[in-house]
């Protein structure tokens, strides 16, 4: 069967082919009661826009593309922030009406790809995430004049708006609280230096320990699990005597608990840990992790609420939102 036309409909509501085009791109200039009869022939009639012609009218896609700089196998593997951050911003962008366009770009092959359909008009704006230092598509996408936000502050000398959580803040917070308990030799597993949540929160530690008679010992990981464990051997290995860790994220906290129950030490008796996420595993190590709460489905949310806002040419401002101290018995 043929689809239904605009003629159709106009045909069967008694009025012009505009009035339809009117209703069905939902202008406010038609009375309700001719939206009415003409939404009633649409129905019977069973109409479907035509997508391609309405994103020639509107100059609108209602697509969003959500970029994540990371390759598949880190974006599927067992960190829980990629999950949860693509499953928030989606969800707030289908009660919008908006469609989700998720796109990978962890290579320089596929970040041509991306720079080459963004270029192409497909959608109306972009969301960030996971970027790294070396990310060139930040300064594309502003010279392309693309509507973006980043989910976390990028990094470089780039003006683009923003939704981050307080992470040196929190990572402060975290210190104190091992100092509070009377920690001495407190060390820290810092993330990724090309990532600007790594930095944040190794500077929140530093800060705390530069202004207290405690001494920084730090190892750097890449968020995962098994850098984690490595890390927290190597520090053992440079300090047998310390007795509490800060890390920069979760699932490395998870990893540095394994690595101090191979090696004997009893958590939090010997080493008091805490990490930094909140991800629900959190709750259930042994024992269960004391961590810094970032309000990852508030971030999201926060990031489509800004991006739609810009499109219709609302505010840039950052939205940095508060993280929380969560205690639990590893600290």
Do not use: C, W
């Amino acid at each position: 069967m043929k689809r239904p036309t605009l003629e159709a409909v106009a045909a069967r509501a008694g009025v012009s082919r505009a009035t339809v085009s009117r209703v069905v791109n939902g202008q406010p200039t038609v009375a309700p009661g001719i939206r009415d009869v003409v939404m009633r022939a649409v129905e019977e009639l069973g109409y479907v826009p035509n997508a391609a012609a309405r994103t020639l009218v509107n100059q609108r896609t209602d697509s969003i593309a959500l970029v994540v700089s990371e390759q598949p196998t880190r974006v599927f593997s067992d960190d829980p922030m990629f999950s949860t951050v693509i499953r928030s911003a989606s969800a707030e962008l289908e009660a919008a009406d908006k469609q989700v366009v998720l796109m990978l770009s962890g290579s320089a092959r596929s970040h041509a790809r991306v720079e080459r359909y963004l270029a192409g008009g497909h959608v109306d704006g972009v969301m960030l995430i996971s970027m790294h230092g070396a990310d060139p598509l930040p300064a594309a996408i502003t010279r392309m004049r693309v509507p973006a936000v980043s989910y976390g502050r990028p990094a470089g000398p780039v003006n683009l708006p923003y939704v981050d959580n307080d992470n040196m803040g929190g990572a402060a917070t975290a210190v104190r609280h091992l100092i509070g308990i009377g920690r001495r030799r407190i060390a820290t597993i810092a993330g990724p230096q090309d990532m600007i949540g790594g930095q944040d929160r190794l500077t929140g530690y530093r800060d705390v320990m530069r202004g207290s008679d405690h001494r920084s010992i730090v190892a750097v990981g890449d968020f995962t699990r098994e850098s984690g464990a490595v890390a927290m051997r190597q520090l053992l290995r440079d300090d047998p005597q310390l007795d509490a860790v800060f890390v920069a994220n979760d699932l490395m906290a998870i990893g540095a608990l394994q690595a101090l129950r191979q090696e004997g030490r009893r958590v939090p008796d010997d080493v008091a840990v805490v990490g930094f996420d909140d991800i629900e595993a959190a709750r259930y190590t042994e024992p269960p992790l004391t961590t810094v709460r970032q309000p990852v489905v508030e971030q999201a949310a926060a990031m489509v609420r800004l991006l739609l806002g810009l499109t219709s040419g609302g505010p840039t401002d950052p939205i940095i939102l508060p993280s929380d101290l969560v205690v639990r018995e590893s600290a």
